[in-house]
Nanobody, 126 residues
Framework: GKLVESGGGLVQAGGSLSIVCTAS????????IGWFRQAPGKEREEISC????????VYRDFAKGRFTISSDNAKDTVTLQIDNLRPDDTAVYYC????????????????????WGQGTQVTVSS
């Protein structure tokens, strides 16, 4: 299977952006897909994940309130909406799928994910 991110770009601080992860070659309804980001010089960090089987979601603390993850089983896509963007949101955003087909707060670790997309750049100007 393959995951492809899209929708990144240059946005002014305070704006909103939706980025999309499109899956192919997977049984989408069985997947748990996570969003991650990596800023220059920093480690890749988990943002949020969604379990397509039941729609449950997990958010890292910093992502609660400004980030919203959603899944469209008809289109095989997972969208991450980011509101009130800040310059420190600037990063390459990646999606990946969980090896165990389920994401929980305790298991939401990038090492449990595979089939990483190529990433999409989000740049927030002040």
């Amino acid at each position: 299977g393959k995951l492809v991110e899209s929708g990144g770009g240059l946005v002014q601080a305070g704006g909103s952006l939706s980025i999309v992860c499109t899956a192919s070659g997977f049984t989408f309804g069985d997947m748990a897909i996570g969003w991650f980001r990596q800023a220059p010089g920093k480690e890749r960090e988990e943002i949020s994940c969604i379990n397509n089987r039941d729609g449950s979601t997990v958010y890292r603390d910093f992502a609660k309130g400004r980030f919203t993850i959603s899944s469209d089983n008809a289109k095989d896509t997972v969208t991450l909406q980011i509101d009130n963007l800040r310059p420190d949101d600037t990063a390459v955003y990646y999606c990946a799928t969980n090896r165990f087909f389920f994401c929980s707060f305790r298991s939401f670790d990038r090492y449990n994910f595979h089939s990483w997309g190529q990433g999409t750049q989000v740049t927030v100007s002040s």
